[in-house]
């Protein structure tokens, strides 16, 4: 069973950066991970996919101020050039044999 | 552009059944897997189900049972119904599209708005 566990809050400046983590539990730091993003009230939304090597795959019109990256057991989301509308909920997820697994998500706040 | 439209939530009475609709634009429904991920009231995300472009049916452990994931590709329309209703079943579900790359790997890659389910008498 995968366990990915993410920061419940982080904060940052409005036009600075900040780098949201989320932790795969042990025996699993070879996984891929996908961060999704969550205003209040809306759907999710897909911004990447980041894989165990750093590399990182955007989805449709998300803009490259969202970057992806690894270390080990840890899959990062970094967010240059905070806006507003950056403030969100953030969840990382991944996939194994037909099960999927999320984190607890992080409430990103744009001071 | 492509979009994800739920329905049919709402009200449900314990004990009951409810079915949810997703209708599918702006892309070939049947060739894309699917998949329902809900939301409980200020809670995170939670995987549901999951099916594939042929109809192959994926249960979370806690779901399977209750749940039945079913779709339409005539109609371009993804089902869930729910049966035998539990107040724990109040949530926001969720359609998603589902990606695989080349490794195998899945993911949602577009999101509907979300059809809100609540469980009381």
């Known amino acids: 069973q995968v366990v990915l566990t993410q920061s419940p809050s982080a904060a940052a400046s409005l036009g600075a950066s900040v780098k949201l983590t989320c932790g795969l539990s042990a025996g699993h730091s070879n996984y891929a991970v996908a961060w999704h993003q969550q205003h209040p009230g809306k759907g999710p939304r897909y911004l990447m996919k980041?894989?165990?090597?750093?590399?990182?795959n955007r989805g449709d019109g998300i803009p490259d101020r969202f970057s992806g990256s690894s270390s080990g057991a840890e899959r990062f989301l970094f967010i240059s050039s905070l806006q507003s509308e950056d403030e969100a909920d953030y969840y990382c997820?991944?996939?194994?044999?037909?099960?999927?697994?999320f984190g607890g998500g992080t409430k990103l706040t744009v001071l | 552009e492509v979009q994800l439209l739920e329905s049919g939530g709402g009200l449900g009475q314990p004990g009951g059944s409810l079915r949810l609709s997703c209708a599918a634009s702006?892309?070939?429904?049947?060739?894309?897997?699917m998949s329902w991920v809900r939301q409980a009231p200020g809670k995170g995300l939670e995987w549901v189900a999951g099916i594939t472009t042929g109809g192959g049916a994926w249960y979370a452990d806690s779901m399977r049972g209750r749940f039945t994931i079913s779709r339409d590709n005539w109609k371009d329309t993804l089902y869930l119904q729910v049966d035998s209703l539990r107040a724990e079943d109040t949530a926001v579900y969720y359609c998603g599209r589902e990606t695989i790359f080349v490794s195998a790997w899945i993911t949602i890659d577009y999101w509907g708005r979300g059809a809100l389910v609540t469980v009381s008498s």
């Open positions: 980041v894989n165990s090597d750093g590399s990182h």
């Open positions: 997820q991944t996939w194994d044999a037909a099960i999927w697994f």
């Open positions: 702006g892309f070939t429904f049947r060739n894309y897997a």
